[in-house]
C-alpha cells in the first residue's frame, strides 16, 4: 500500500531564506508526483509535476526533484518571501485513477 | 488557463436535508474527482469520473452519490446530510488518465457545516 510522508509537518524560517520540503513515499512504482500549494480555506495550486521518467522541474524559485530509487522528492524554494507561506502537498500518482496525497507542510516565512 | 468551479464555497444545511454540490470545468477533461479534506485525515477521495454517466468509488463513498451527465459538471450528492459530512469538499480535474504529464487542477473548495 503506497504512503506519502511530509516532513516536518510545519516550519518557519526568515524571509529570504532558502528551504527544501520533503516528501517520501513507499512504492516506487508510481506515475508522477505533483507539488501543491494551499492557502488557508482554498482550494489546492498545482506548482510542479514530475513524471516518473524525469528527475526534475523547475518553475521560477521552485525547484522540484524525483528520486524513484529512493522514494522521495523535495521541494526547494529559493529566496523565500512571506507570500510563500502556505501548506505544501505532495500527491503520488500510481496506475489507473490513485493519487495519494500527502499530508503537507505548512510554511510560515517570517518578514 | 484550466478552470474548476465549485458554485458554492459556503453552506449551511441542517440533518436529513439533501445536499447537492456542483462543479464544472472548462478544459474538455475525462476525469473528474471529489474529495473531501479533514483536520488530521488530509484529502480523501469520495468519487470519481472518468467519462460521462461513469462513475467509480473512492476511499469513503458511504454517505454519498455522485452524478455526471455532461462531461464538463461533476456533481456531489448527500442524500441524506449528518453532522460527521461536516467538511471541506474539493472538486478536482484531469486529462485521461494513463498519461504521466496529466496534471490535476482543484476547485477552491466548497465548505459544508451540518447542523
Known amino acids: 500500500k503506497q504512503e506519502v510522508t511530509q516532513i516536518p509537518a510545519a516550519l518557519s524560517v526568515p524571509e529570504g531564506e532558502n528551504l527544501v520540503l520533503n516528501c517520501s513515499f513507499t512504492d516506487s512504482a508510481i506515475y508522477n508526483l505533483q507539488w501543491f500549494r494551499q492557502d488557508p480555506g482554498k482550494g489546492l495550486t498545482s506548482l510542479l509535476l514530475?513524471?516518473?521518467?524525469?528527475r526534475e522541474q523547475t518553475s521560477g524559485r521552485l525547484n522540484a526533484s524525483l528520486d524513484k530509487s529512493s522514494g522521495r522528492s523535495t521541494l526547494y524554494i529559493a529566496a523565500s518571501q512571506p507570500g510563500d507561506s502556505a501548506t505544501y502537498l505532495c500527491?503520488?500518482?500510481?496506475?489507473?485513477?490513485?493519487?495519494?496525497f500527502g499530508a503537507g507542510t505548512r510554511l510560515f516565512v517570517k518578514a | 488557463d484550466v478552470k474548476v468551479t465549485q458554485s458554492s464555497r459556503y453552506l449551511v444545511k441542517r440533518t436529513g436535508e439533501k445536499v447537492f454540490l456542483e462543479c464544472v470545468q472548462d478544459m474538455d477533461h475525462e476525469n473528474m474527482f471529489w474529495y473531501r479534506q479533514d483536520p488530521g485525515l488530509g484529502l480523501r477521495l469520495i468519487y470519481f469520473s472518468y467519462d460521462v454517466k461513469m462513475k467509480e468509488k473512492g476511499d469513503i463513498p458511504e454517505g454519498y452519490s455522485v452524478s455526471r451527465e455532461k462531461k464538463e459538471r461533476f456533481s456531489l450528492i448527500l442524500e441524506s446530510a449528518s453532522t460527521n459530512q461536516t467538511s471541506m469538499y474539493l472538486c478536482?480535474?484531469?486529462?485521461?488518465?494513463?498519461?504521466?504529464?496529466?496534471?490535476?487542477?482543484f476547485g477552491e473548495g466548497s465548505w459544508l457545516t451540518v447542523v
Open positions: 500527491a503520488v500518482r500510481r496506475g489507473g485513477f490513485k493519487t495519494i
Open positions: 514530475i513524471q516518473s521518467s524525469q
Open positions: 478536482a480535474s484531469s486529462l485521461d488518465t494513463g498519461g504521466a504529464g496529466n496534471t490535476i487542477y
